[in-house]
């Protein structure tokens, strides 16, 4: 099929840095929205179930991992957010005629979605400053649960949207069907095989993200409360190996799952694409390994070394996806055929002023990680 009268054309405008820079800059970006991203789904669902099966115990060492893990939960929204918007920018720069279509076509989903964040962001804040209530009156936990579960719900219809989109911009051909069915854009891309397990890759992964990040809790807690701490780190290195080990076998069915000849480039073993393929695997197992090890025994050590682990293999997953979105895209757009004018200038305030947000978001994590302001109520 001729998808080229259907594709629209680049803008007339030079690439404002070398080709390679900008598709760094985009997975660096991508990579620092993931981090966030994963703990702001899978930390609403894990602290709504451990409120959940807590029950009226606040005392007890799942109702306060619950507690400490859901007051991060709006920072974590804040850094998703303003770092989300980074590979948007690099993603309309370097595939824009695919990106910009497929978003017309979800025009209203893709609007909404802004609807739906402020909704589910409040709801973060409402249990924060509303249902954790002050020394005089009792915490109703089946109250939090049902609250952060429904921004989790909302969470999760944002995520599949997007996915949704990032998928359908790859797939012209499904584009003259979607807009006989609606010119509006009030479409929804559901349907094609890749869809559910990509989706089901990020979801898990929210989960496994969210277990290392409740031991990461734990392990500022190891002097002052050790078997607070204990448990934390055990239970959530637990959750993130059996999690990951689930992870693989859905990696394997989201690969299977894609054209035959972008499958083999990932297992080729003779690309760079089938090198970082590989690493992302061989890092998984160890992470798991070391994860099940701190799970054991509770070793801040242990627990460190698979956080570390982790963050290189989403890291490289992070690098597959951007391979093959570019091997899917490769048909229909080149950006390397683009001319290229360099903006130094712009592109240095650019860089300065995302790594000084950083900076700052990495410290208001530190500070609200090691800061609880809702502590005392906990000890009351």
């Not at 609606?182 to 479409?187: A, F, H, M, R, T």
């Not at 734990?218 to 078997?227: A, C, H, Y």
């Not at 894609?258 to 083999?264: N, S, V």
């Amino acid at each position: 099929m001729d998808l080229t009268h259907i594709i629209p054309s680049y803008q007339p405008l030079p690439l404002p840095a070398p080709l390679w820079l900008l598709n760094v800059l985009l997975v660096l970006g991508f990579y620092l929205h993931v981090l966030p991203m994963n703990i702001v789904l899978g930390g609403t669902l894990m602290a709504a179930a451990m409120f959940l099966k807590a029950g009226p115990k606040p005392d007890s060492p799942m109702y306060r991992s619950a507690r400490e893990l859901a007051q991060t939960l709006p920072v974590f929204v804040s850094f998703t957010i303003t770092q989300g918007i980074v590979p948007l920018l690099f993603l309309q720069l370097l595939y824009g005629p695919l990106f910009y279509t497929s978003s017309i076509l979800m025009a209203g989903c893709w609007i909404g979605i802004i609807v739906l964040l402020i909704v589910a962001y409040y709801g973060c804040y409402f249990v924060i400053y509303k249902l954790f209530n002050d020394d005089s009156q009792k915490e109703n936990g089946l109250a939090i649960a049902a609250t952060l579960f429904v921004s989790f719900c909302l969470f999760l219809l944002i995520g599949f949207i997007i996915s949704s989109n990032m998928h359908l911009m790859l797939h012209p051909e499904k584009w003259a069907e979607m807009y006989k069915h609606s010119p509006n854009g009030l479409n929804f891309f559901l349907g094609d095989k890749q869809q559910i397990p990509r989706f089901l890759h990020f979801f898990f992964s929210s989960i496994a993200m969210t277990g290392l990040f409740i031991g990461f809790l734990g392990t500022r807690k190891k002097e002052r409360d050790p078997e607070q701490a204990d448990w934390m780190i055990k239970k959530g290195s637990l959750v993130y190996s059996i999690v990951s080990t689930l992870q693989i076998a859905i990696g394997f069915h989201f690969l299977f799952s894609l054209p035959q000849e972008i499958r083999e480039q990932f297992m080729s073993g003779n690309s760079l694409m089938s090198y970082v393929f590989i690493s992302s695997i061989a890092l998984a197992v160890i992470s798991i390994i070391l994860g099940f090890s701190a799970s054991n025994s509770g070793s801040v050590k242990f627990l460190k070394s698979t956080m570390h682990t982790a963050f290189l293999v989403v890291l490289t997953m992070v690098i597959s996806r951007h391979f093959l979105r570019s091997a899917m895209a490769a048909p229909f757009v080149q950006p390397e055929k683009l001319s290229v004018e360099p903006q130094w200038d712009l592109l240095g305030i650019f860089v300065l002023s995302a790594v000084g947000l950083i900076v700052y978001l990495v410290w208001l994590v530190k500070t609200v990680t090691h800061n609880n302001p809702t502590q005392s109520h906990s000890n009351s």
